[in-house]
């Protein structure tokens, strides 16, 4: 679990200098837009959604 955190926040210190965005801000705008999703739909079409992105990454690695 170390390791995975550790990769995040790295991955978001790359992102957030790219786009010459604070890393705090980006922390925030990430946490926000993760709520707004998860409030905003319901069970069904979040399963559906996760379904469909785990589909194309599946066949992306084929």
């Given at each position: 679990m170390k390791d995975l955190k550790r990769r995040e926040i790295e991955l978001m210190s790359k992102v957030c200098s790219r786009n010459g965005v604070p890393p705090k801000l980006g922390?925030?705008?990430v946490k926000l837009a993760e709520k707004e999703a998860y409030e905003n739909n319901s069970q069904t079409f979040r399963i559906k959604e996760y379904q469909?992105?785990?589909n194309l990454h599946f066949k992306d690695n084929e």
């Open positions: 922390r925030m705008l469909s992105l785990i």
